[in-house]
């Protein structure tokens, strides 16, 4: 019942930012996390970060750790990416997802445990 829709994407060069929303419409889960992924053309569907929804905490990948930070909007019911000094490998399809059920903090990062997905919404970082 939970929709997930992803905005903000574009082109940027290198060095500079960007914030994408993710906009979530119907029931949601307290319990569940909710996450980015990214896809690059050729490439499987990486973990970029997550924040588990009671508790507030945070979890980011090695690779963008220095460069990303996760928000939360309640009253809009939205989740927002910011992405600081872009590179070309950002370059990617951003995917905003969530889980229907609970995910320990061990797995946040496995993308097997979210089964709702947005459309995603491209990155395209120039150089």
């Known amino acids: 019942q939970v929709r997930l829709a992803e905005s903000g994407g574009g082109l940027v060069q290198v060095g500079g930012s960007l914030r994408l929303s993710c906009a979530a419409s119907?029931?949601?889960?307290?319990?569940?996390?909710m996450a980015w992924f990214r896809q690059a053309p050729g490439k499987s569907r990486e973990f970029v970060g997550a924040?588990?929804?009671?508790?507030?905490?945070?979890y980011y990948a090695d690779s963008v750790k220095d460069r990303i930070s996760i928000s939360r909007d309640n009253a809009e019911n939205t989740m927002y990416l910011q992405m600081n000094s872009l590179k070309p490998e950002d370059t990617a399809v951003y995917y905003c997802a969530t889980s229907s059920g609970p995910v320990s903090r061990l797995a946040v990062r496995d993308r097997r445990l979210y089964d709702i997905w947005g459309q995603g919404t491209q990155v395209t970082v120039s150089s």
């Open positions: 119907g029931r949601t889960l307290s319990s569940s996390a």
């Open positions: 924040i588990a929804l009671s508790s507030g905490n945070r």
